[in-house]
Antibody, heavy 121, light 111 residues
Framework: EVQLVESGGGLIQPGGSLRLACEAS????????MSWVRQAPGKGLEWVSVIYSGDSVSYVDSVKGRFTISRDSSKNTLYLQMNSLKVEDTAVYFCARSKETSTIFYYFDYWGQGTLVTVSS | QSVLTQPPSVSAAPGQKVTISCSGSSSNIENNYVSWYQQLPGTAPKLIIYENDKRPSEIPDRFSGSKSGTSATLGITGLQTGDEADYYCGSWDSRLSPGRIFGTGTKVTVL
């Protein structure tokens, strides 16, 4: 059974740092496209970042230079290091597995339960 | 600001049918796959339609998807109270970098 379990969220002051983790079971993180998607309170879904073959990565413009996605194959875990946090980064952060290739995006098939990040002074 | 537009809300009585539209353009829906996600209150999104019109095995056939041109539609028949949720379409936009996009979301209310 495929499962994704996030952790690491919490209350942090603006300018602070936080690292989210997403532990996977039932499949191998390093063999899949893995993304972080966030949802601000009362708002819709926003894709944040992806990591895929050869540790290639991509980010939404609003987090470039501040967030870093990575994975640890030995722990089968995905991470999101978030630095220089802003109030507008407040959201529930979901990790998700996607089916896609280098040229075609298909869908997100499995999602974690999410972890809340609150950036506030 | 999503490039995929959905109605904010739709509603119907139990047992009735609702449809949710997802309007895009030639750079996204018309030339890429559409997926649909159900988000029950306080939970994570769940894939209910993929590749425009396919259902994961565990999703009942009351849920259907279709695509025509620059728009896609999610249909729910035999509406149940447990279907009350937010629904999002998703696709890829070839003009955006990066291109993974979601719709604005639709709240389904069972009257």
């Amino acid at each position: 059974e495929v499962q994704l379990v996030e952790s690491g969220g919490g209350l942090i002051q603006p300018g602070g740092s936080l690292r989210l983790a997403c532990e996977a079971s039932g499949f191998t993180v390093s063999n899949n496209y893995m993304s972080w998607v966030r949802q601000a309170p009362g708002k819709g879904l926003e894709w944040v970042s992806v990591i895929y073959s050869g540790d290639s990565v991509s980010y939404v413009d609003s987090v470039k230079g501040r967030f870093t996605i990575s994975r640890d194959s030995s722990k089968n875990t995905l991470y999101l290091q978030m630095n220089s946090l802003k109030v507008e980064d407040t959201a529930v952060y979901f990790c998700a597995r996607s089916k896609e290739t280098s040229t075609i995006f298909y869908y997100f098939d499995y999602w974690g339960q999410g972890t809340l990040v609150t950036v506030s002074s | 600001q999503s490039v995929l537009t959905q109605p904010p809300s739709v509603s119907a009585a139990p047992g009735q049918k609702v449809t949710i539209s997802c309007s895009g353009s030639s750079s996204n829906i018309e030339n890429n796959y559409v997926s649909w996600y159900q988000q029950l209150p306080g939970t994570a999104p769940k894939l209910i339609i993929y590749e425009n019109d396919k259902r994961p095995s565990e999703i009942p056939d009351r849920f259907s998807g279709s695509k025509s041109g620059t728009s896609a539609t999610l249909g729910i028949t035999g509406l149940q109270t447990g279907d009350e949720a937010d629904y999002y379409c998703g696709s890829w936009d070839s003009r955006l970098s990066p291109g993974r996009i979601f719709g604005t979301g639709t709240k389904v209310t069972v009257l």
